[in-house]
């Protein structure tokens, strides 16, 4: 059996997410890896939290 190795990304971007987007985004570095290498490797990690952050915080709004 053959073992073959990936280049996993640092994905260390400008981090200017709320906590509620670092800790989603430390969510997924630890409980769905594949999913948030995906999102680094494609450049959607930002545009992702984003939209959570947008999420939430009109969640937050309409209470």
Do not use: W
């Not at 260390?12 to 709320?18: A, E, P």
């Not at 987007?21 to 890896?33: A, C, D, Q």
């Not at 999913?35 to 494609?42: A, R, V």
């Amino acid at each position: 059996m053959e073992i073959t190795t990936f280049l996993i990304s640092n994905c260390q971007g400008n981090k200017t997410y709320s906590p509620m987007g670092r800790m989603h985004e430390k969510y997924l570095k630890e409980n769905n890896s594949i999913c948030f290498e995906d999102l680094c490797l494609t450049g959607g990690v930002g545009i992702y939290l984003a939209k959570l952050n947008a999420q939430a915080q009109n969640c937050l709004e309409s209470e």
